[in-house]
């Protein structure tokens, strides 16, 4: 079993800046992609960007594109989200995930809030 922890949303102003983390329970991330979501009130979730196994950065939301980055740390079982630029519009619970074998993994999110 692998558990994984989201941390480090909070309340942010618009414009401002946000590094989510992901932790996982044991060594899964090295050689493996690891997915980012959102959940915003009220839709679906969606799929934001992915951390490759290079340590680059996929994305899946053309708005995101040189606001977030995500970075990796496989010593510490790490992934990061890092969040500028932030718009009322990015509130949302921010998820990470990994596909292990036939297993998919998530974590319990984090709420991230973009407010004035």
């Known amino acids: 079993q692998v558990q994984l922890v989201e941390s480090g949303g909070g309340l942010v102003q618009p414009g401002g800046s946000l590094r989510l983390s992901c932790a996982a329970s044991?060594?899964?991330?090295?050689?493996?992609?690891v997915d980012w979501y959102r959940q915003a009130p009220g839709k679906q979730r969606e799929l934001v960007a992915t951390?490759?196994?290079?340590?680059?950065?996929?994305y899946y939301i053309n708005s995101v594109k040189g606001r977030f980055t995500t970075s990796r740390d496989n010593a510490k079982n790490t992934v990061y989200l890092q969040l500028n630029s932030l718009k009322p519009e990015y509130t949302a619970v921010y998820y990470c995930?990994?596909?292990?074998?036939?297993?998919?993994?998530w974590g319990q999110g984090t709420q991230v809030t973009v407010s004035s």
């Open positions: 951390s490759t196994t290079t340590g680059g950065t996929t």
């Open positions: 995930n990994v596909d292990v074998g036939s297993w998919e993994y």
């Open positions: 044991r060594s899964i991330f090295s050689g493996r992609a």
